[in-house]
């Protein structure tokens, strides 16, 4: 199982913004009474949903978060990223094209893909496979303590 890794993130004004938006998602999110491991709706589902709904998150679920293509009844929806569009039948088989996730085909909860972006391949019980190492970060900057 990988790491835990933080899959979105805002700060300032722009967190200040999404915040009554992540609110408002998690409260319309229509399978609050619902939960099925798979195809969904289960928590992956629920994250996907609220990435729909504030797409300035730009979520890009992780290939192996099964559940995160479930549209319900529904067909058509924006990509978790809001950054594209995504086509699914009951989370069974679908096609994804973003350009945060890049193309994905989905076919009984597996994942295959491509993130030209990212230069990535997505690979069912994989995950994500980079192609080019990320660029290393510089640690954040610590607050200096109350004085």
Known sequence: MPPPAVLAELRGPAAEAAIPKIA????SYPYAGE??????PNSNTFAAWVGRAVPELRLDLPSTALGKDY?????IARAPSGTGWQVSLFGLAGLLLAKEEGFEVNLLGMTFGV????LAVK???VGRLALNAPAPTAPAAESPPPG
């Open 123 to 125: 690979i069912p019980g």
């Open 24 to 27: 408002d998602a998690a409260q």
């Open 35 to 40: 939960y099925r491991i798979w195809p969904g």
């Open 71 to 75: 549209l319900g009844t529904g067909m």
């Open 115 to 118: 993130d030209p972006f990212d």
